[in-house]
Every structure is written in C-alpha cells, then in structure tokens.
C-alpha cells in the first residue's frame, strides 16, 4: 500500500493529533490506531512502525532537499545506561516514550522535550549480575491506555500511559530458575499483550506469551521449544530438555486472518558434535521443532496454525528471532518477508507459510551451499563435527544480519536492510547436556571472529526488491551498523552506524545527503514522529550488547574508547 | 541420556604444552539446595538425574500497590564444597566462557584474552565469582570453588 501524505492531509492529520491528544480520551489508545498505523504518520505507534514491520513513515516534512537543515531539538538522558540504550521509541498523540536499560520507562513531551513522567522498576540485582543478556531492554508497546514493558527478570508491566503509575505488573517467567527473561518489546494485538521470553543457550522452553493488557492475567503459553506432540518427536533422547528456542522480538500481525508471526531462536547447545548423523546422533537428535522456524499463531489463544522451520537442526546458531515480518502484497499474493540470521531472506506466503522465495543478502555465506529458493530445503549443508572447523565457519556467531530491523518503503519499493560479513575460526567441544535450570549458557564450542573469504569484515546497507532480492544500489561500512533503519516519505533512509553516527540516505539513489555525529555508538532502533506541527527523528546512542561487544577486539579504536555504561537519547527537527 | 563422569585432562602451559595437569578438584555432594546448585551438579554429573522440566511458571498479576515478587536465587548459600575426583576446566570454559573469550580464551572477544594474564590468582578467583555489571556474568553461584580452581588451571595453562 502506497501511503503519499499530501501538504494539505498533513496539516488535517496534525489538526486531529493536536485535537485527540488535547482530549482525556487521548491516552486510551484502542489497539484498533495500530492496525491503522498508516493513516496516522504523527504516531509511531508499534515497534516495527505498524503490524507490517516497514519502519517506514509517511512524514516528508524533513525531506531529500531539506535533511541538511536537520538539528538538535533536545537530548533526553536516561542515566544508568549500562550496555547502552538499545531501544526503540514510541511516539503517540505528541509524547514519545522509550526504555532504558534496566527496563526504566520514560514518557517526553515529544515537542518540548520536557520529562512528563518516569518510571524504574525494580529488579531482582542478584540475577540480573548473573545474566549475560542483560540488563538491557529493547522497548516498550502502546494499547489499552498502557505502557508495556517487559524486564530481565521476568515481569511484565504495564503503567498508565498518562502518569506512569503502575497499573499491574505479572511475573511471568521464573527468571531465578531459568535465568532468561525479557529483553525485546512486547507487542500489543487486540486485547493482548504479546511478548516471548529469551531461550537460545538456555535450557528454557522459550515460551511465548499472551496477556490480557487490561487485567494482567495470563491468557496462553506457547512453547517454543517442543511446544507440541508433534514437535516434541523432533527431540531424540528426550533432548528438548536441553532447550533453547525462545521468541524474543517482536513479531508481525496479519490482521487480515487474526494472525501473528513471530521468529524463534536455536536449540542448545549452539553447535552439535553429530557431524552428518545429526537426526540420530549428538546432544539433541532430530529437527529440534520450533526453534529456527517462523511460527503464525492464533493471538487470542496461540494455538499454532502453521510454522517454517527455516533452519531444521540448527548447527551454527544461525536462528529466526529476527522480529520482521514485512507484509506486503504482489501479483495477487499476499506475501511475507523474513530474515534469518544466516544470511538468507525468506519469502513466504501469508495463508501459510509456504515458501515464495529464498535470496541471500550476505555475500560470504558456508554453512550451507545453498537454500532451495522454491521449497526452502537446505542444500549442502555443513554439519560440525568434534574439533577444529576448517575452513572457518561463514557466518559469524554475529551472523549475517541481526535482530536490528530493516525498512522498506511503499513509495520506492525497495527494502533497506543492513548485512555483516564475517566468518569465525571454530572449534567443537563436546559438552555436557544440560538438561535442568542452570544459571549460564550452554554454548559447545570455542571461537574467534575472522575476516570473511573476499577481504575485509564489513557490514553494508543494501537496497533490494524485498521479494527477489534484486539489488538497486548498497552503501558499505568498515563495521557492521548495529541499529535498525528508518525510511519516510521524504525520500531518505536514515542509518544510525556503529560509530555514532547518523547517517541520512536518498532513498532513490543511496546518495548520502546529511549526518551528524551522536557522540556514540547507536545499537537500538529509530524513529520519526509529529508533534506541534513539526517532524522530528528520535534515535538512540549508546553500545552495548552481544554483537557490538565484540568490536574493541576487532577492530580497536574508537570502539576501545566508547562508553559500555553511555546512552543519550537524541531528537532532531529541522531548523527554523 | 546418563552421561559419566570422565577423567580429564588440563593442558599446561609449560613448554609445547605437551605436559599435563590433572586438578583434583570435586565430586559434588550435593545439598539440597535448589536450581542454582543442581545446575552445578549437572554439568559435572550430567543427567544421571530424572530432569525437571524446565517449564516457566504461569502467575497471576501483582496489583499496582503490591510488593514485587519475592522469590529470588537462594540467599547466602555456598556453592558445593569440592571433595575428590576430575573437573575437565576445558569443557566448563567451552560450555559457558567460550562465548566471550574466544579461541579458548586466547584472544580478545567480548571479553578479555586469558592466555598470559598478568592478574593474579586472588583477582581471576574473584573476577568469576563476581563478574563485572554490564561486562561479565557472576558465576559465583554457578561453580563451586573447585570448578573455578580447575578453569583457573584452564586459563594458566593457555598457550598463546
């Protein structure tokens, strides 16, 4: 759906923003605004942007030809920013809201910037000192007339979007038992709360949740990790007590068929010392259902009505967390686009999942030679056995994207997703199963990050069909940019880099027309939102995390000097 | 799926690295003590147990003006106390440290290079024990004091 703001609709759209948020209804916000994302730019309602994953806005106030304008509007520091400020915000009816580390809440006036309210949970210490995921969060969701927020130790909680006061909080996950908790935003669908616990290297279910957003209560669990009978036969040896799985960003609604998509992790441990008798042999024999997969469930009862296992047996960590879920339409079909951490974008259809296509976005790619682009079968895969990986292992660990989302605009057509390349020297240790509750992960193998076969460790932005993979233009970075991307209306792509700095695209072309530099590293996600009548872009600076941690050993400065305790919260607009 | 114990090995570093050390460093009598233990218990025993599932506890909300949950990890309980057999500190280091100090603790990563560390015993002891906030996890629940005692033979051990 093209989505064009006209001057004249822009100035109603801001007329009835101003007109809803001077009301006391304003802050009720019917989930019903969210399905609707596209005819309310001044919002950014929703992680992804809206139920279609494009983290694209309508706004083109701030433009191609007006972008070098751009300025400092205001800065917000959150304090105790430990592992940087990974999230992204939220902007509804002129107030933007956002989280920090530690999942403390922060409601601004979106024009002004003045605090209207914070709130700072707290948490168990203990844990959160005990965790490797920790103690950041990557956001917060809207609906109900409530700020959700989930925290590393488990709860779920939900404060008045007007006050900040806590309305009801629910501790979902036993986080002292299972060390996992809650690092990734919630999403908000109808009359629930969704949000899914972390799994990967642990030997949790990776359970996903729906809560009632207004009364707090729990209403389904779905197990990612053997979640179903069926399922549960896809774990010789009773190995999904070894665990995993988890769905810990947020995924997309299909509001067309009541049906929500989310992204699972992989199986524990990480890498499996079977080699090619993996369906009947090593620490967890068989395809290891859900984890790696895309999963469509029923959001208001999470039964399974279908699933993709994009990776069957995932021997290299390459798993499906990733949240996007871009829907769009093509010939007649009704398409979704998704990336695996391998590298790969999977097209499928919405009735089912079955697959459309398959292109690779990163260029240095060995784990399989191939996926099949109309079935999605691995071919050639290269399953590990004890001991040294030769040659080294392409992807790394990193992977060939991440969990930072891409955008895609309407009005270009095109998706802009940023892709890594590395590769890593491994070796493959025989591990012990752990198969009870355990403080620390279950990983099997030491490693090291390397150059990649065809020169340099890099990341680059490309510009792509989202559904062919066919390739318009592609901007590169000497690291890999951590940040999701923003597109608008005005024709730019916004690109916040590792580095710290913001980077602002045509979006046509890839021509860089504008950027400024944040002070730090950007690890977290980008917006841009109206209030007052003027357009401003809302990123997060400040690194930290699994990813970018990895950066002062590879490569040196300025990540050696970058704060991993820093986080600012930057809002530009264009000068008067 | 028992797996047993084996007798294992640690490199050292002295010369090619062809020597070997054997660390006596535990077999486990186990308290009854909850999760954090067991866990301990199971990576050196593995799975002679019947597991428990790992399942997460369903609950119901908090209103707004109560006391957050309460239940924590089990406050001042030690680890279990080492008594005699083998702890392969290479296994531990590849399950769990591998992640952050890579190439086996030999190079940089998320964490530090190991091999050649000048830090002292007392510091590295203290360092796992503790972690670091927002850099390392606190592993001072996770091993007992001779698993740590067998990763620190591990970390000394590394060649370049």
């Given at each position: 759906m093209v989505f064009e703001l006209r001057p004249l609709a822009y100035c109603a759209a801001l007329t009835l923003a101003a007109a809803v948020a001077a009301s006391p209804g304003a802050f009720a916000l019917d989930p019903a605004r969210i399905a609707d994302a596209d005819k309310t730019p001044a919002d950014w309602l929703t992680y992804h942007g809206s139920y279609k994953s494009y983290h694209y806005s309508g706004l083109d106030q701030i433009n191609a030809d007006n972008v070098k304008n751009l300025e400092v509007a205001f800065i917000h520091l959150p304090g105790r920013s430990t592992r940087g400020l990974q999230t992204m915000p939220l902007a509804a009816d002129g107030v933007l809201y956002y989280s920090g580390s530690y999942s403390r809440v922060f409601a601004l006036d979106g024009a002004a910037g003045k605090l209207l309210w914070s709130y700072f949970p707290e948490l168990n210490e203990e844990l959160v000192a005990q965790q490797t995921h920790s103690p950041y969060n990557r956001g917060v969701a809207l609906g109900h007339g409530n700020v959700y927020v989930g925290t590393v130790d488990g709860q779920l909680i939900a404060l008045d979007?007007?006050?900040?006061?806590?309305v009801w909080k629910n501790k979902l996950v036993n986080s002292e038992k299972l060390t996992v908790g809650f690092t990734g935003a919630p999403l908000v669908v109808k009359d629930m709360v969704i949000i899914g616990s972390q799994g990967g290297e642990w030997t949790s279910r990776g359970p996903l949740y729906g809560v009632d957003g207004k009364t707090g209560e729990k209403k389904w669990e779905f197990l990612t990790v053997a979640g179903t009978e069926d399922a549960k036969k896809s774990w010789g040896n009773e190995s999904w007590r070894t665990g995993g799985g988890g769905a810990w960003m947020p995924g997309g609604y299909d509001t067309e068929t009541n049906t929500i998509w989310f992204g699972t992790a992989n199986p524990a441990p990480l890498y499996d010392w079977s080699g090619d008798k993996w369906k009947t042999e090593g620490p967890r024999p068989g395809d290891n259902l859900y984890t790696s997969s895309v999963i469509a469930l029923d959001p208001d009862t999470g039964k399974l009505k279908f699933y993709h296992q994009e990776l069957p047996h995932d021997a290299w960590d390459f798993d499906s967390a990733v949240g996007e879920f871009l829907m769009l339409d093509r010939d007649g079909k009704k398409l979704v686009v998704h990336p695996n951490k391998g590298g790969f974008i999977f097209v499928y259809n919405r009735a089912d999942a079955k697959i459309e296509n398959v292109w690779r976005i990163a260029d240095n790619i060995n784990f399989v030679k191939d996926i099949d682009p109309k079935t999605g079968e691995l071919i050639g895969r290269r399953d590990l056995s004890l001991g040294k990986v030769s040659p080294?292992?392409?992807?790394?660990?990193?992977?060939?994207?991440?969990w930072n989302a891409g955008a895609y605009s309407p009005k270009t057509g095109l998706y802009y997703k940023i892709a890594q390349e590395w590769c890593m020297e491994l070796e493959v240790v025989k591990t012990t199963p752990i198969v009870e509750p355990m403080a620390q992960l279950n990983i099997g193998a030491t490693f090291k990050m390397v150059p990649p076969p065809d020169g340099k460790i890099r990341g680059h932005l490309d510009a792509r069909d989202p559904v062919t993979g066919a390739k318009k233009w592609e901007v590169s970075y000497p690291e890999p940019p951590l940040a999701s991307v923003l597109a608008t209306a005005g024709n730019l792509v916004f690109v916040p880099d590792a580095r710290g700095v913001l980077h602002a695209y045509n979006a046509e072309t890839g021509a860089e027309a504008w950027s400024h530099y944040n002070g730090a590293g950007h690890n977290g996600g980008i917006i841009t939102y109206s209030a007052g009548g003027k357009q401003y872009i809302a990123v997060p600076a400040g690194i930290g995390g699994m990813v970018s941690d990895d950066y002062p050993g590879l490569f040196g400065e300025p990540y050696k000097s970058m704060p991993k305790d820093a986080g600012v919260l930057v809002v530009y607009t264009l000068k008067q | 799926m028992p797996v047993s114990l084996s007798s294992t090995r640690l490199n050292n570093s002295a010369g090619s690295g062809g020597a070997r050390w054997r660390v006596l460093a535990a077999t486990f009598t186990r308290p009854a003590i909850g999760a954090f233990l067991a866990a301990v218990l199971v990576i050196v025993l593995a799975s002679a147990r019947g597991p428990a599932l790992a399942q997460a506890d369903a609950s119901k909300p908090e209103a707004s003006a109560s006391k957050p949950d309460a239940s924590t990890a089990p406050a001042g309980v030690k680890p279990p106390e080492a008594s005699s057999g083998d702890i392969d500190g290479e296994t531990m280091f590849a399950t769990l440290c591998g992640f952050c100090h890579e190439s086996g603790g030999r190079t940089e990563g998320k964490g530090p290079k190991l091999a050649n560390s000048k830090r002292s015993d007392e510091y590295l002891i203290d360092r796992i024990k503790k972690g670091k906030p927002g850099a390392m996890p606190a592993f001072g629940r996770v091993f007992s004091d001779g698993q740590i005692t067998a990763i620190l033979a591990y970390i000394r051990g590394l060649d370049e």
């Open positions: 979007m007007k006050t900040g006061k806590l080294p292992l392409c992807p790394a660990i990193a992977g060939g994207v991440s | -």
